[in-house]
């Protein structure tokens, strides 16, 4: 009887983290907002106050990082992501699309080039707007290394799912 008791409160300690973890994560909305009025810092803040370690994290962190201009710090954090999360590939993909983008900031084009082919060949839907945005990326950084056909070549793919994606006729008025 004493077992049953200890493992139903073990139970009751695990669920309530797990609610805890949950609730955390509903909170990333508000750090989304931030970053869309240009608080950049405060939605580091409070993102890095949080338990919720998913990719909509990761991305949210990231993309506070890269408003901010601290591109040796997404560069360190994209790092450790790819280490640390070795087997998601969710987590990787954006990992290796923020390290890109912080190198193009960096004007480090061929370096760019190398972490946004890791971030296109880890991105498992070719027909999503998150392929898309990879695929625009990829295209800008081509222009910078002057390769403008190779460059079309992705601002077309990306053309083409965003008019799939958006379509007019897709929504019902």
Known sequence: MKNV???AILLVFILQAHLLR???CVSLPKAEQLIEQNQYEAA???LQSMSCKSNVYYNLLLKALIAKESYAQVRQYSSS???LHSSDSRIKTT???WDAIALYHLKQYSEAEQQIIK??????????TTYATICNTHGNILESLKLHDNALKYYS???NIYQTTHSPSKYKW
């Open 5 to 7: 008791r200890i493992i």
């Open 81 to 83: 992501l790819i280490q």
């Open 157 to 159: 793919t990306a053309l």
């Open 44 to 46: 580091i803040n409070h």
């Open 22 to 24: 949950a609730n955390d």
């Open 119 to 128: 971030a296109e060949s880890g991105c498992s839907d070719k027909k999503s």
């Open 95 to 97: 990992a290796y699309f």
